[in-house]
């Protein structure tokens, strides 16, 4: 009986330490989107960061060339979702539709599917010309790679990474976790994570909207 209860005790930690370790992983990326010290805003020096220059400004959604997998509506309401999850930033923001993307006034950032514009990257963000380029082609790839993975999140992902470079966010984040991040750079050297083996469970590890890192950077650079 006795050993009986030493092996069921055995078995029961074992659980709850098997338990702990997951639910402490399953929070470690929900943690490191939602703290940042002022050490761990670091960036991959490819850029200088500065000061947002477009008063009033409004990101144009173009309707027309979004993937089968998007609808113009879904992506209106993504770029919505983006703009309000970096305004606690203090930059005045506002979001519309136009289905001319020739016309376009100083202060508005247009938002085109452009597989040419995009020069084979997911997203590109023109901030001489102000505009914000996705490409088609990318999503359909990615949609065929990976059938079962929602592509919407990479979507979301890639809007708040160049709505935060016209921002002023120039630079890349270091931190994988960061909307504004990149994973590797030429050299091999990789971004920083709290936990190696968490960040390979994810198809995609950095967050969808802009972390506490990006915006603690973001109100850094718009003081
Ligand atoms: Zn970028």
């Known amino acids: 009986m006795q050993k009986f209860l030493i092996k069921l005790s055995i078995f029961f930690l074992t659980f709850h330490i098997a338990f702990k370790c997951f639910s402490e992983n399953l929070n470690l990326r929900e943690k490191e989107i939602n703290a940042c010290s002022v050490e761990e805003v670091i960036t991959w020096n490819d850029g200088v960061d500065k000061k947002t220059n477009i008063p009033n400004l ?3 959604y173009v309707p027309g060339n979004e993937p089968s997998a998007f609808s ?17 930033c203090g930059i005045s ?21 452009n597989d040419a ?20 082609s990318v999503f359909k790839l990615l949609k065929e790679r990976r ?17 935060g470079h016209f921002y002023g966010l120039v630079a890349h984040s270091k931190r994988c976790v960061d909307v504004l991040s990149y994973y590797k750079d030429a050299s091999g050297a990789e971004c920083t994570v709290g936990s190696k083996e968490e960040f390979k469970r994810y198809i ?11 915006l603690q950077r973001c109100r850094r650079n718009n003081q």
Request: charge should be negative; proline fraction near 4%.
């Open 147 to 163: 059938p079962t993975y929602d592509s919407r999140y990479t979507l979301q992902m890639t809007l708040s990474h160049e709505i």
């Open 93 to 113: 923001t506002q979001v519309s539709v136009r289905a001319d993307p020739n016309y376009s006034s100083n202060n508005e950032v247009m938002i085109i599917w």
């Open 58 to 60: 409004t990101f144009v």
């Open 72 to 88: 113009s509506q879904e992506v209106t309401d993504m770029v919505k979702r983006a703009v309000n999850a970096w305004s606690t």
């Open 204 to 214: 995609e590890y950095r967050s969808e909207f802009p972390t506490a890192c990006d």
């Open 117 to 136: 514009k995009s020069m084979g990257n997911i997203g590109a963000s023109d901030t001489v010309h102000q505009r914000l380029y996705l490409s088609p």
